[in-house]
């Protein structure tokens, strides 16, 4: 839908913000439903699927690599080789560009789901990194 936006820039901050500072096994699930468009740090102009917005979310994802077990999953992209809007970047091309794939993903794991398959994804997740 048009207007919809997705900051997995600033939740991804924020998490990190609510985490302790000891050095223990610490573990996040993201579970999003659209790839990012919006990172509230940057400034208006750079908004939208642009490469501020991708660049900017896949640094705060790198960021977890070395105290975090990040666990991505994504969920609600139907069409991967559409546009996305006002882009020059299709929806699956942008997914790779932040998220990796799940072979070689960018940080931790990551997993490129329907909605239908959550739950069993959830429930087999190897916590094992």
């Given at each position: 839908k048009a207007g919809i936006r997705t900051d997995l820039d600033s939740g991804l901050t924020l998490a990190k913000e609510h985490f302790?500072?000891?050095?223990n096994n610490k573990?996040?699930?993201?579970?999003?439903?659209?790839?990012?468009?919006?990172?509230?740090?940057?400034?208006?102009s750079k908004q939208g699927y642009t490469d501020s917005v991708i660049n900017k979310t896949k640094a705060t994802l790198q960021s977890f690599a070395t105290n975090y077990n990040l666990i991505t999953m994504l969920t609600g992209i139907s069409n991967a080789d559409a546009l996305a809007t006002a882009s020059s970047y299709t929806y699956g091309q942008i997914v790779e560009k932040i998220f990796g794939t799940t072979n070689n993903p960018t940080v931790g794991k990551?997993?490129?789901i329907t909605?239908?398959?959550?739950?069993?994804?959830?429930?087999?997740?190897?916590?094992?990194?």
């Amino acid at each position: 839908k048009a207007g919809i936006r997705t900051d997995l820039d600033s939740g991804l901050t924020l998490a990190k913000e609510h985490f302790s500072k000891e050095n223990n096994n610490k573990y996040i699930i993201v579970l999003t439903d659209g790839v990012p468009n919006v990172a509230l740090s940057l400034e208006k102009s750079k908004q939208g699927y642009t490469d501020s917005v991708i660049n900017k979310t896949k640094a705060t994802l790198q960021s977890f690599a070395t105290n975090y077990n990040l666990i991505t999953m994504l969920t609600g992209i139907s069409n991967a080789d559409a546009l996305a809007t006002a882009s020059s970047y299709t929806y699956g091309q942008i997914v790779e560009k932040i998220f990796g794939t799940t072979n070689n993903p960018t940080v931790g794991k990551f997993y490129y789901i329907t909605d239908s398959q959550i739950e069993n994804t959830i429930n087999n997740i190897s916590f094992l990194f």
